[in-house]
Every structure is written in C-alpha cells, then in structure tokens.
C-alpha cells in the first residue's frame, strides 16, 4: 500500500514534470537534448491541456496546497502561452547545411 506521503511527492513531480515539458515548449528554458531554445506552441499547449484534465480529474481529491499548487501553475503557463502566441514566429534555423 502507497504511503500518503509518497503519493504525495509524486503528484507534485508529475505537475513539475508536466510544467517543466511546457515551458520547454513556450521556449522559457532550453531543450536538454539539443541545448537549445526552442518554441512550440502546440506542444505547450499540449501540456496545458493535460495539467488542465489532471485538475478537473482530481478535483476534491486534493490537498488544498496541492490545488493551490497545480492552479498556480496553470495560471503561469496560461499568461506565458498568450504572451508567446503574440510574437512572431522565430526565424528558421541557418546552418548553411553543413554538418556539425
């Protein structure tokens, strides 16, 4: 049986992990893999939508810090999401072709 604390800590780095991925997307903090800042807005709202229907499926079932939490959260992917959707899309990449 799961402790509750357990539970927890791992819904809070489900939502962390979830908001990390987004703000990757909105190009707030760079991408591990390529070590580069990148922008995609349908993937950000991807993970919106999915922190979204994780709050409405665990709604009563949270802690009020856990719902504090994850609204939060939304609210700060939300603004993030609209500021980036009024700027212009990002030059494409130029590397001339060559290999790194």
């Not at 799961?2 to 997307?25: C, G, I, T, W």
């Not at 079932?61 to 992917?77: F, G, I, K, T, V």
């Not at 603004?79 to 072709?97: I, R």
Request: proline share 8%; charged share 25%.
């Amino acid at each position: 049986m799961e402790s509750p604390d357990k539970n927890v800590m791992l819904f809070a780095r489900l939502v962390f992990m979830l908001h990390a991925a987004a703000m990757q997307y909105l190009g707030k903090i760079k991408n591990p893999v390529t070590d580069k800042v990148e922008r995609d807005l349908a993937g950000a709202q991807g993970m919106i939508d999915t922190l979204e229907m994780l709050e409405n499926r665990t709604k009563g079932n949270l802690s009020q810090d856990e719902s504090r939490m994850l609204a939060q959260m939304l609210q700060e992917l939300r603004l993030n999401y609209v500021d980036e959707a009024q700027k212009p899309p990002p030059p494409p990449a130029q590397d001339g072709g060559a290999p790194a």
